[in-house]
Protein backbone atom coordinates (compact mmCIF):
# COMPACT_ATOMS: atom_id res chain seq x y z
CA UNK A 1 0.00 0.00 0.00
CA UNK A 2 1.35 3.41 -0.69
CA UNK A 3 2.06 6.08 1.94
CA UNK A 4 -0.52 8.69 1.73
CA UNK A 5 -0.59 12.67 3.27
CA UNK A 6 -3.48 13.71 5.30
CA UNK A 7 -4.15 17.17 5.77
CA UNK A 8 -6.81 18.86 8.15
CA UNK A 9 -9.35 21.17 6.98
CA UNK A 10 -10.06 25.44 7.84
CA UNK A 11 -12.60 27.55 6.83
CA UNK A 12 -11.32 30.93 7.48
CA UNK A 13 -7.56 32.20 7.37
CA UNK A 14 -7.79 32.28 11.27
CA UNK A 15 -4.51 30.37 12.81
CA UNK A 16 -2.98 29.64 15.82
CA UNK A 17 -0.59 32.00 15.39
CA UNK A 18 -3.22 34.77 14.33
CA UNK A 19 -6.02 33.97 15.64
CA UNK A 20 -8.84 35.65 14.34
CA UNK A 21 -11.91 36.48 16.85
CA UNK A 22 -15.25 35.20 15.67
CA UNK A 23 -14.58 34.37 12.59
CA UNK A 24 -16.98 32.56 10.20
CA UNK A 25 -17.26 29.95 7.05
CA UNK A 26 -15.39 31.64 4.59
CA UNK A 27 -16.50 30.02 1.21
CA UNK A 28 -13.86 31.58 -0.86
CA UNK A 29 -10.99 30.30 1.70
CA UNK A 30 -12.09 26.91 1.90
CA UNK A 31 -12.45 26.25 -1.81
CA UNK A 32 -8.89 27.54 -2.40
CA UNK A 33 -7.07 25.74 0.63
CA UNK A 34 -9.51 22.57 -0.74
CA UNK A 35 -8.14 23.07 -4.09
CA UNK A 36 -4.53 23.73 -2.71
CA UNK A 37 -4.85 20.38 -1.17
CA UNK A 38 -6.11 18.50 -4.50
CA UNK A 39 -3.78 20.11 -6.49
CA UNK A 40 -0.77 19.50 -4.40
CA UNK A 41 -1.50 15.45 -4.17
CA UNK A 42 -2.54 15.36 -0.64
CA UNK A 43 -4.68 12.31 -0.59
CA UNK A 44 -6.88 13.34 2.78
CA UNK A 45 -8.23 16.06 4.57
CA UNK A 46 -9.53 15.55 7.87
CA UNK A 47 -12.97 17.50 8.83
CA UNK A 48 -12.72 17.87 12.05
CA UNK A 49 -15.35 17.93 15.46
CA UNK A 50 -15.88 20.20 18.13
CA UNK A 51 -18.96 21.12 19.97
CA UNK A 52 -18.77 24.07 19.36
CA UNK A 53 -17.64 24.32 15.57
CA UNK A 54 -19.32 23.76 11.84
CA UNK A 55 -20.85 21.15 11.32
CA UNK A 56 -18.42 18.55 9.57
CA UNK A 57 -20.57 17.16 7.21
CA UNK A 58 -21.75 20.16 5.17
CA UNK A 59 -17.96 21.22 5.38
CA UNK A 60 -17.08 17.62 3.86
CA UNK A 61 -19.89 17.70 1.18
CA UNK A 62 -18.54 21.11 0.14
CA UNK A 63 -15.22 20.13 -0.10
CA UNK A 64 -16.51 17.07 -2.04
CA UNK A 65 -17.90 19.27 -4.99
CA UNK A 66 -14.87 21.82 -5.24
CA UNK A 67 -12.16 18.65 -5.52
CA UNK A 68 -11.69 15.64 -7.37
CA UNK A 69 -9.64 13.32 -5.76
CA UNK A 70 -8.93 14.20 -2.14
CA UNK A 71 -10.77 12.07 0.17
CA UNK A 72 -12.67 13.58 2.93
CA UNK A 73 -12.15 12.45 6.63
CA UNK A 74 -15.43 13.44 8.55
CA UNK A 75 -14.75 13.23 12.29
CA UNK A 76 -17.76 11.33 14.54
CA UNK A 77 -18.54 11.37 17.97
CA UNK A 78 -20.90 8.18 18.45
CA UNK A 79 -23.13 10.51 20.68
CA UNK A 80 -23.87 13.12 17.97
CA UNK A 81 -25.48 10.78 15.52
CA UNK A 82 -27.56 7.69 15.82
CA UNK A 83 -25.83 4.80 13.61
CA UNK A 84 -28.35 3.85 11.23
CA UNK A 85 -28.19 7.96 10.09
CA UNK A 86 -24.54 7.64 9.89
CA UNK A 87 -24.46 5.25 7.89
CA UNK A 88 -27.06 6.64 5.35
CA UNK A 89 -25.00 10.02 5.69
CA UNK A 90 -21.46 8.73 4.99
CA UNK A 91 -22.91 6.59 2.00
CA UNK A 92 -24.93 9.61 0.50
CA UNK A 93 -21.64 11.04 0.73
CA UNK A 94 -19.28 8.58 -0.47
CA UNK A 95 -22.04 8.11 -3.64
CA UNK A 96 -22.02 12.36 -4.25
CA UNK A 97 -17.96 12.25 -3.83
CA UNK A 98 -17.27 8.86 -6.00
CA UNK A 99 -16.32 6.74 -3.36
CA UNK A 100 -14.41 9.51 -1.14
CA UNK A 101 -15.67 9.07 1.82
CA UNK A 102 -13.68 8.27 5.08
CA UNK A 103 -14.96 8.36 9.07
CA UNK A 104 -12.86 8.58 11.78
CA UNK A 105 -14.46 8.15 15.20
CA UNK A 106 -13.73 9.98 18.69
CA UNK A 107 -14.53 7.98 21.49
CA UNK A 108 -14.15 11.19 23.52
CA UNK A 109 -11.37 11.84 25.81
CA UNK A 110 -12.83 15.35 27.80
CA UNK A 111 -15.82 14.41 30.04
CA UNK A 112 -16.61 18.49 30.04
CA UNK A 113 -16.36 18.42 26.22
CA UNK A 114 -18.88 15.13 25.71
CA UNK A 115 -21.42 16.95 28.79
CA UNK A 116 -22.02 19.98 26.78
CA UNK A 117 -23.79 17.21 23.99
CA UNK A 118 -25.79 15.35 26.53
CA UNK A 119 -23.45 12.68 26.72
CA UNK A 120 -22.37 11.64 30.69
CA UNK A 121 -20.95 7.94 29.81
CA UNK A 122 -17.91 7.10 31.61
CA UNK A 123 -14.96 6.42 28.95
CA UNK A 124 -15.18 2.94 29.23
CA UNK A 125 -18.59 2.98 28.57
CA UNK A 126 -17.66 5.39 25.32
CA UNK A 127 -15.56 2.89 23.83
CA UNK A 128 -18.55 -0.07 24.64
CA UNK A 129 -20.27 2.14 22.80
CA UNK A 130 -17.99 2.98 19.66
CA UNK A 131 -17.45 -0.49 19.33
CA UNK A 132 -21.39 -1.15 19.23
CA UNK A 133 -21.80 1.70 16.45
CA UNK A 134 -19.09 0.00 14.48
CA UNK A 135 -20.46 -3.06 13.76
CA UNK A 136 -23.63 -1.33 13.26
CA UNK A 137 -21.94 0.57 10.36
CA UNK A 138 -20.49 -2.13 9.05
CA UNK A 139 -23.25 -4.57 9.05
CA UNK A 140 -25.22 -1.95 7.19
CA UNK A 141 -23.03 -0.86 4.51
CA UNK A 142 -22.45 -4.69 4.10
CA UNK A 143 -25.69 -5.81 2.73
CA UNK A 144 -28.86 -4.12 2.01
CA UNK A 145 -31.04 -6.83 4.12
CA UNK A 146 -32.94 -5.69 6.55
CA UNK A 147 -30.74 -6.63 10.65
CA UNK A 148 -31.93 -5.81 14.13
CA UNK A 149 -29.87 -4.59 16.95
CA UNK A 150 -29.92 -5.29 20.77
CA UNK A 151 -27.13 -4.44 22.73
CA UNK A 152 -26.69 -2.36 26.23
CA UNK A 153 -26.02 1.02 23.64
CA UNK A 154 -28.57 0.69 21.08
CA UNK A 155 -31.57 -1.07 19.67
CA UNK A 156 -33.49 -1.23 16.90
CA UNK A 157 -36.04 -3.57 14.23
CA UNK A 158 -35.37 -4.71 10.31
CA UNK A 159 -33.03 -1.61 9.72
CA UNK A 160 -32.66 -1.80 6.20
CA UNK A 161 -29.67 0.88 4.31
CA UNK A 162 -30.17 1.25 0.97
CA UNK A 163 -28.36 4.07 0.43
CA UNK A 164 -24.91 2.19 -0.47
CA UNK A 165 -21.03 2.71 -0.59
CA UNK A 166 -19.16 3.10 -4.09
CA UNK A 167 -18.15 -0.33 -3.41
CA UNK A 168 -20.99 -1.84 -2.29
CA UNK A 169 -19.72 -2.80 1.24
CA UNK A 170 -17.56 -0.34 2.80
CA UNK A 171 -16.29 3.07 3.49
CA UNK A 172 -12.86 3.01 5.68
CA UNK A 173 -13.47 3.68 9.26
CA UNK A 174 -10.90 5.19 11.30
CA UNK A 175 -10.15 4.80 15.03
CA UNK A 176 -7.78 7.16 16.88
CA UNK A 177 -6.32 6.88 20.77
CA UNK A 178 -3.16 6.24 23.09
CA UNK A 179 -5.59 4.03 25.52
CA UNK A 180 -5.99 0.00 25.86
CA UNK A 181 -9.44 0.50 24.74
CA UNK A 182 -8.58 2.51 21.65
CA UNK A 183 -6.31 -0.31 20.60
CA UNK A 184 -8.72 -3.18 21.49
CA UNK A 185 -11.47 -1.55 18.93
CA UNK A 186 -9.28 0.13 16.71
CA UNK A 187 -7.04 -3.26 16.45
CA UNK A 188 -10.35 -5.27 16.03
CA UNK A 189 -12.57 -3.18 14.15
CA UNK A 190 -10.39 -0.09 12.19
CA UNK A 191 -9.20 0.24 8.85
CA UNK A 192 -7.23 2.89 10.34
CA UNK A 193 -5.66 3.64 13.67
CA UNK A 194 -4.38 7.31 14.28
CA UNK A 195 -1.90 8.57 16.19
CA UNK A 196 -0.25 11.65 17.45
CA UNK A 197 3.47 12.33 16.83
CA UNK A 198 5.82 10.74 19.54
CA UNK A 199 8.98 9.08 19.49
CA UNK A 200 9.99 6.71 17.07
CA UNK A 201 10.38 4.02 20.51
CA UNK A 202 7.02 4.83 21.96
CA UNK A 203 5.43 4.90 18.23
CA UNK A 204 6.66 1.38 17.42
CA UNK A 205 5.59 0.17 21.32
CA UNK A 206 2.11 1.62 20.44
CA UNK A 207 1.81 0.28 16.82
CA UNK A 208 2.81 -3.64 18.34
CA UNK A 209 -0.26 -2.97 20.74
CA UNK A 210 -2.24 -1.98 17.84
CA UNK A 211 -1.19 -5.28 15.88
CA UNK A 212 -1.58 -7.50 19.12
CA UNK A 213 -4.76 -6.59 19.24
CA UNK A 214 -6.22 -7.04 15.61
CA UNK A 215 -4.35 -10.82 15.96
CA UNK A 216 -6.60 -11.10 19.13
CA UNK A 217 -9.54 -10.19 17.41
CA UNK A 218 -8.67 -12.63 14.58
CA UNK A 219 -7.87 -10.75 12.16
CA UNK A 220 -5.06 -12.28 9.15
CA UNK A 221 -1.46 -9.97 9.26
CA UNK A 222 -3.23 -8.53 5.47
CA UNK A 223 -6.27 -7.23 7.46
CA UNK A 224 -4.71 -5.38 10.18
CA UNK A 225 -5.41 -1.38 10.42
CA UNK A 226 -3.19 1.16 8.39
CA UNK A 227 -1.32 3.27 10.63
CA UNK A 228 -1.68 6.75 10.49
CA UNK A 229 0.85 9.39 12.37
CA UNK A 230 0.38 13.44 12.63
CA UNK A 231 2.98 16.33 12.98
CA UNK A 232 3.18 19.78 12.84
CA UNK A 233 5.88 20.58 10.31
CA UNK A 234 7.79 23.63 11.10
CA UNK A 235 9.93 24.08 7.83
CA UNK A 236 12.70 26.08 5.69
CA UNK A 237 15.45 25.89 2.85
CA UNK A 238 18.32 25.15 6.17
CA UNK A 239 18.25 24.00 9.60
CA UNK A 240 19.09 27.75 10.54
CA UNK A 241 15.94 29.23 9.18
CA UNK A 242 13.80 26.53 10.01
CA UNK A 243 14.59 26.72 13.76
CA UNK A 244 14.01 30.57 13.71
CA UNK A 245 11.03 30.23 12.53
CA UNK A 246 10.05 27.28 14.88
CA UNK A 247 10.95 29.76 17.92
CA UNK A 248 8.79 32.51 16.43
CA UNK A 249 6.01 30.26 16.65
CA UNK A 250 6.89 29.17 19.87
CA UNK A 251 6.52 32.64 21.03
CA UNK A 252 3.39 33.50 19.13
CA UNK A 253 1.49 30.07 20.31
CA UNK A 254 3.07 31.01 24.18
CA UNK A 255 1.75 34.85 23.55
CA UNK A 256 -1.42 33.52 22.63
CA UNK A 257 -1.97 31.16 25.44
CA UNK A 258 -1.07 33.73 28.50
CA UNK A 259 -3.82 35.91 26.67
CA UNK A 260 -6.54 33.32 27.11
CA UNK A 261 -5.35 32.42 30.66
CA UNK A 262 -5.66 36.42 31.28
CA UNK A 263 -9.04 36.80 29.26
CA UNK A 264 -10.83 33.48 30.91
CA UNK A 265 -8.82 32.47 33.89
CA UNK A 266 -7.56 28.68 34.93
CA UNK A 267 -11.14 27.70 35.97
CA UNK A 268 -10.11 24.14 36.57
CA UNK A 269 -6.87 24.51 37.31
CA UNK A 270 -4.83 22.56 40.16
CA UNK A 271 -2.83 25.45 41.00
CA UNK A 272 -2.21 29.22 39.94
CA UNK A 273 -1.04 29.65 36.83
CA UNK A 274 -1.29 25.99 35.72
CA UNK A 275 -3.32 24.54 32.83
CA UNK A 276 -5.73 21.94 34.52
CA UNK A 277 -4.14 18.37 33.38
CA UNK A 278 -5.54 16.98 30.18
CA UNK A 279 -8.13 13.82 30.50
CA UNK A 280 -7.12 12.24 27.53
CA UNK A 281 -4.09 9.40 27.58
CA UNK A 282 -2.66 11.14 24.28
CA UNK A 283 -2.08 14.56 25.62
CA UNK A 284 -1.22 12.43 28.92
CA UNK A 285 1.39 11.04 27.32
CA UNK A 286 2.97 14.07 25.12
CA UNK A 287 3.21 16.01 28.33
CA UNK A 288 5.14 13.14 30.10
CA UNK A 289 7.28 12.84 26.89
CA UNK A 290 7.70 16.29 26.72
CA UNK A 291 9.64 15.85 30.37
CA UNK A 292 12.91 14.50 28.70
CA UNK A 293 14.39 17.13 26.56
CA UNK A 294 13.15 19.81 24.00
CA UNK A 295 14.26 17.42 20.89
CA UNK A 296 12.99 13.44 20.27
CA UNK A 297 14.99 11.81 17.65
CA UNK A 298 15.90 13.57 14.18
CA UNK A 299 13.74 16.26 14.44
CA UNK A 300 10.70 15.80 16.59
CA UNK A 301 10.17 19.76 19.07
CA UNK A 302 8.07 19.15 22.03
CA UNK A 303 7.71 22.92 23.10
CA UNK A 304 5.11 23.06 21.49
CA UNK A 305 3.23 20.40 23.25
CA UNK A 306 4.12 22.62 26.72
CA UNK A 307 2.98 25.61 25.16
CA UNK A 308 -0.27 24.24 24.07
CA UNK A 309 -0.86 21.78 27.09
CA UNK A 310 -0.74 19.25 24.51
CA UNK A 311 -3.96 20.45 22.89
CA UNK A 312 -4.71 17.57 19.89
CA UNK A 313 -1.64 17.10 17.97
CA UNK A 314 1.07 19.57 18.83
CA UNK A 315 4.54 17.76 17.86
CA UNK A 316 6.24 19.58 15.79
CA UNK A 317 8.64 18.23 13.26
CA UNK A 318 11.43 20.99 12.31
CA UNK A 319 14.56 21.39 10.23
CA UNK A 320 15.08 21.94 6.65
CA UNK A 321 13.05 20.51 3.72
CA UNK A 322 15.55 17.19 3.70
CA UNK A 323 15.50 16.97 7.43
CA UNK A 324 11.98 16.67 7.71
CA UNK A 325 11.34 14.38 4.65
CA UNK A 326 14.50 11.90 6.24
CA UNK A 327 12.29 12.43 9.69
CA UNK A 328 8.99 11.36 7.80
CA UNK A 329 10.93 8.39 6.26
CA UNK A 330 11.77 6.99 9.89
CA UNK A 331 8.00 6.65 10.69
CA UNK A 332 7.36 5.21 6.95
CA UNK A 333 9.83 2.47 7.69
CA UNK A 334 7.79 1.26 10.85
CA UNK A 335 5.12 1.04 9.08
CA UNK A 336 3.47 4.15 8.92
CA UNK A 337 1.52 4.88 5.47
CA UNK A 338 -0.96 7.73 6.50
CA UNK A 339 0.75 10.74 7.18
CA UNK A 340 -0.63 13.59 8.76
CA UNK A 341 1.07 16.74 8.31
CA UNK A 342 -0.17 20.91 9.03
CA UNK A 343 1.67 23.61 10.00
CA UNK A 344 0.83 27.08 12.00
CA UNK A 345 0.21 29.27 8.77
CA UNK A 346 -2.47 26.79 7.41
CA UNK A 347 -2.46 27.78 3.60
CA UNK A 348 0.82 28.74 3.11
CA UNK A 349 2.32 25.59 5.32
CA UNK A 350 -0.06 23.69 2.71
CA UNK A 351 1.89 25.04 -0.30
CA UNK A 352 5.46 24.19 0.96
CA UNK A 353 4.62 20.69 2.27
CA UNK A 354 3.00 20.47 -1.29
CA UNK A 355 6.26 22.15 -3.16
CA UNK A 356 9.26 20.07 -0.85
CA UNK A 357 8.14 17.41 0.86
CA UNK A 358 5.49 15.11 -1.09
CA UNK A 359 7.50 14.88 -3.98
CA UNK A 360 10.61 14.42 -2.51
CA UNK A 361 8.74 11.21 0.53
CA UNK A 362 7.29 9.77 -2.81
CA UNK A 363 10.10 10.07 -4.65
CA UNK A 364 12.35 8.32 -2.19
CA UNK A 365 9.66 5.34 -0.92
CA UNK A 366 11.22 3.25 -3.87
CA UNK A 367 14.73 2.67 -3.01
CA UNK A 368 14.90 3.90 0.53
CA UNK A 369 12.19 2.65 2.41
CA UNK A 370 12.11 -1.07 4.01
CA UNK A 371 9.42 -1.80 6.51
CA UNK A 372 9.46 -4.20 9.12
CA UNK A 373 6.67 -5.77 11.57
CA UNK A 374 8.70 -6.67 14.27
CA UNK A 375 11.93 -4.29 14.55
CA UNK A 376 12.97 -0.76 14.48
CA UNK A 377 13.54 1.16 11.36
CA UNK A 378 16.41 0.99 9.90
CA UNK A 379 17.70 4.37 8.47
CA UNK A 380 19.53 4.42 5.83
CA UNK A 381 22.90 7.13 5.63
CA UNK A 382 22.08 8.81 9.28
CA UNK A 383 21.58 7.77 13.20
CA UNK A 384 19.00 8.23 15.27
CA UNK A 385 19.95 10.87 18.11
CA UNK A 386 17.60 11.34 21.16
CA UNK A 387 18.59 14.35 23.06
CA UNK A 388 17.58 14.93 26.91
CA UNK A 389 17.30 11.45 27.78
Same mark, same amino acid.
Given at each position: ??? !???????????????????????????????????????????? *??????????????????????????????????????????????????????????????????????????????????? !????????????????????????????????????????? *?????????????????????????? !??????????????????????????? *????????????????????????????????????????????????????????????????????????????????????????????????????????????????????????????? /??????????????????????????????????? /?????
Amino acid at each position: MPV !EFISATFLNASTELKPIAGAGADRDYLERYARALDDYDFNYTLV *PYDSSYFDPWTVGATIASVTKNLKIIIALRPNTLYPTVAAKALATLDQLSRGRAVVHFIAGGNDVEQAREGDFLTKEQRYGRL !EDYIRILKRAWASPEPFDWDSEYYQFKQFRNLVRPVNGTSI *PVSVGGSSEDAYRVGGALGDIFGLWG !EPLKETKEQIDKIYAAAEKAGRAPGDR *PRIWVTFRPIVAETEELAWAKAHRTLDALESNSAQKKRFFGNVAAGKAGEAPAPQNVGSQRLLEIAKRGEVQDRALWYPTVTATNARGASTALVGSYQTVVDSILDYVKLGCELISIRGYDNLND /VIDYGRYILPEVRAKLPKDVETTETSAPRINGSST /VVVGQ
